[in-house]
C-alpha cells in the first residue's frame, strides 16, 4: 500500500476485511479483518504487478485491490480447511 501510510493501511485494512467477511459470508474479528485487508493487499498488489506491471493507486484503488485480496485469501483459507 504505497503512499497511503501507516494509519491509512490500517482504515484500509479494516474496512477491506469487513468488505470481504461480508462478501464471502464469513466471521472474523476486527484484529483479523485489519490483518486480512493489509496482507490482502500486499498479495493483490504483487499479482498485479506480476501481470499488469502496474496497480491501482490512492485510497479508493487500495480498497479494491484490498478486498479483491482479502477474498482470495479467505477463499485459499475455506479451500485449505476442506469447508465449501
Known amino acids: ?14 474496512l477491506a476485511g469487513w468488505i470481504a467477511e461480508k462478501i464471502m459470508k464469513s466471521n472474523h474479528s476486527l484484529i483479523l479483518n485489519i490483518v ?7 498479495v493483490a498488489n504483487a499479482i498485479l504487478m506480476f501481470v499488469f506491471n502496474a496497480t491501482l493507486g490512492g485510497w479508493i484503488g487500495q480498497l479494491i485491490v484490498a478486498v479483491i485480496g ?3 485469501l479467505i477463499g ?4 485449505i480447511r476442506g469447508r465449501a
Do not use: F, K, Q, T
Not at 36 to 42: C, D, S
Not at 76 to 79: D, P, T
Open 1 to 14: 500500500m504505497e503512499g497511503i501510510g501507516w494509519i491509512g493501511a490500517i482504515i484500509i485494512g479494516g
Open 76 to 79: 485459499l483459507a475455506r479451500a
Open 36 to 42: 486480512l485487508g493489509i496482507v490482502g493487499a500486499v
Open 70 to 72: 482479502a477474498c482470495l
